[in-house]
């Protein structure tokens, strides 16, 4: 097997801390609940954790708006807690990476509260100031981008919400407190970073207005409103006109590699994982980010073949392209999405469809990245009750509908429910206890449980259910450990032209397998012709009672997830 870093052959697992495990009880995740399954979690033979921000925040973004980026919001615990998960995880085998957010802080950072005090004071350049507006720009949150601030007299920028000023990385000085924070976790050991909303750190210099013709609001209604192909493309247009002068602005390169330089100076490969999904980012192929998602693969209603291999043949051949080859890095969900199950399923076979994607980025060229719940098929929990919206964006846009575009209430909250990401942020269902086994039964959680951890979508139950989609996990994640060829082996596909099922092989010099995903309700005989390999041996089947077949007839189950070895 090729020599590869650690980050090329782990397994992340993404926690969200505010869901993951409550340890003492008040209904908010916690260090102290995260070291309690590490367990768990080395079980399921995860490699690496990352941490959604665990940051002292006001949370108007849930830790998404940091007020402090050296400490640990006192929810989740104290300073000395996450050392002891981080030893922990260490000790386990798995490494931990944290999320950097560079490009904004919180309002209540004293960094912000230091700038707005006046127009001269020494940090009075460290966030995007202007006299007035001098733009149309909109905050992809909600609403205008510019906020007024009366202490100076002026404005200043955020993309995100109000509550999130954008920081100036023109200013040498907000890069140097920035790296400073960086170094401070660097040095306590953590591996690496993944890199909040970089495209968003610089925009266009000469400011540009957009040119839609509505508002956020409006745009947002229109998009819901949208039936005809039509209208569909027009919505997807303005989006892309409204915003596109606010990001990709230039810079990043440079910071970015200012940024690898800091991670260079530790030994143990720290890295960092950009959330974008432009391969420029990763520079040379060594001198920038060492990763950055492939988000086209999860940018699709439906996961289908024809839609996987068009996207592999693009993403690995632009990270062939770079002067130091590139590595992919897959993901289908995050707290930023719609939950695999609900978003891919059919309706009908979600069950299927979730073990099928599942099977699919644990065995495509790259590192995998899993969301914590979809190992147990968690699916979305729409919440309709404009006063439980935790995700403030929804209570933003509930209003906005309300007051501005005289939404009826009931259709709004529905709206506001269906776009929001509480959906998918509700916490993780550890048993068929009251509230899920997360908090005990009289507290109530900061989100509400999905009822369906009654139905089997909780760890004890699956964990005893050999049938179970966590089981099914566990299994295809130890083929994965065991396969060299799935770790580091090039990928070519086969059948290129199927519609209704994905074949590919992943090989190195010494072993060649082959993946066979049917998305399909039909049943299938597939024949395969590889030069000098007559039989597929099973090592892993979704389906029970599969066994070697020959490379001449292989029978698929409907829905039916293979990994076979070829000799
Ligand atoms: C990223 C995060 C998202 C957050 C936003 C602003 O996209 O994933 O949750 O709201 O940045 O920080």
């Known amino acids: 097997m090729p020599t590869l870093k650690w980050w090329q052959t782990a397994l992340f697992y993404q926690i969200y801390p505010r869901s993951f495990a409550d340890g003492n009880g008040d209904g908010i995740g916690d260090f102290a609940g995260m070291i309690a399954k590490l367990d768990y979690l080395k079980e399921l033979g995860v490699d690496a954790l990352w941490l959604s921000p ?15 980026y050296c400490g640990v919001a006192p929810e989740y615990g104290t300073l000395q807690d996450f050392k002891n998960f981080l030893q922990g995880a260490h000790e386990h085998g798995m490494r931990v990476i944290l999320d950097l957010v560079l490009n904004h802080t919180s309002d209540e950072h004293p960094w912000f509260l230091e700038s707005k005090s006046s127009r001269d004071n020494p940090k009075a350049d460290w966030y995007v100031w202007a006299d007035t507006p001098p733009n149309n720009w909109q905050s992809c949150f909600d609403g205008e981008a510019w906020t007024f601030v009366p202490e100076r007299g002026q404005y200043y920028y955020h993309y995100f919400m109000k509550q999130q000023p ?31 909303a970089i495209g968003t750190i610089y925009e266009d210099p000469n400011l540009t207005p957009h040119t839609v013709p509505m508002s956020l609001a409006e745009l947002r209604r229109f998009g819901e409103l949208a039936q005809t192909p039509a209208e569909v493309r027009l919505k997807n247009r303005y989006w892309h006109e409204m915003f596109k002068y606010q990001h990709g602005g230039p810079g ?24 974008d999904e432009n391969i420029d980012y990763m520079g040379s192929g060594d001198d920038e980010l060492h990763l950055v998602f492939n988000f086209p693969l999860m940018k699709t209603d439906r ?4 839609h996987v291999r068009r996207n592999q043949q693009q993403r690995l051949a632009q990270l062939d392209a770079l002067p130091v080859r590139g590595w992919g890095c897959n993901t289908l969900g995050n707290h930023d999405s719609s939950r695999i199950y609900t978003r891919y399923g059919d309706g009908v076979h979600n069950p299927q469809l979730a073990r099928l994607n599942a099977a699919l980025v644990l065995t495509l060229r790259g590192t995998p990245f899993l969301y914590n719940g979809e190992e147990i098929g968690m699916s979305d929990l729409i919440i309709t009750e404009p006063e439980k919206f935790r995700d403030t964006m929804a209570t933003w846009y509930y209003q906005a509908i309300v007051q501005e575009l005289g939404v009826p209430p009931t259709e709004a909250a529905l709206r506001a429910g269906m776009m929001s ?15 899920g086994g997360f908090c005990p039964p009289a507290v109530s959680p900061w989100l509400p449980v999905n009822p369906d951890y009654a139905q089997g979508v909780n760890v004890q139950d699956q964990t005893n259910n050999p049938a179970s989609m966590l089981n099914y996990y566990k299994r295809l994640i130890q083929v994965r450990r065991q396969t060299p060829a799935l770790l580091a082996g090039e990928y070519a596909p086969l059948h290129p032209q199927a519609r209704t099922y994905f074949a590919f092989l992943r090989y190195t010099p010494q072993q060649s397998v082959l993946v066979i995903l049917n998305y399909s309700d039909k049943p299938r ?3 395969f012709d590889i030069p000098g390999k007559t039989i597929a041996r099973l090592l892993f089947s979704s389906e029970i009672n599969k066994t070697d077949e020959s490379l001449a007839g292989i029978h698929l189950a409907p829905f039916e997830a293979r990994i076979a070895e070829l000799g």
């Open 303 to 306: 996961i289908t073949p024809v």
């Open 54 to 68: 665990h940051f002292p925040s006001p949370n108007w973004d849930c830790g998404y708006d940091i007020s402090d």
């Open 166 to 196: 954008d920081l100036n990385w023109r200013n040498p000085a907000v890069k140097q407190a920035m790296w400073d924070a960086a170094r401070f976790w660097l040095d306590m050991g953590v591996d690496g970073f993944r890199l909040d």
């Open 252 to 275: 990043l390169h440079d910071l970015m590699k200012e940024l690898r330089l800091v991670l260079d100076e530790y030994d143990g490969d720290r890295m960092l994982v950009g959330e």
């Open 421 to 435: 990401r509480d959906k998918n942020r509700t916490p993780l269902q550890w048993s068929n206890a009251p509230n």
């Open 525 to 527: 005989r597939l024949s």
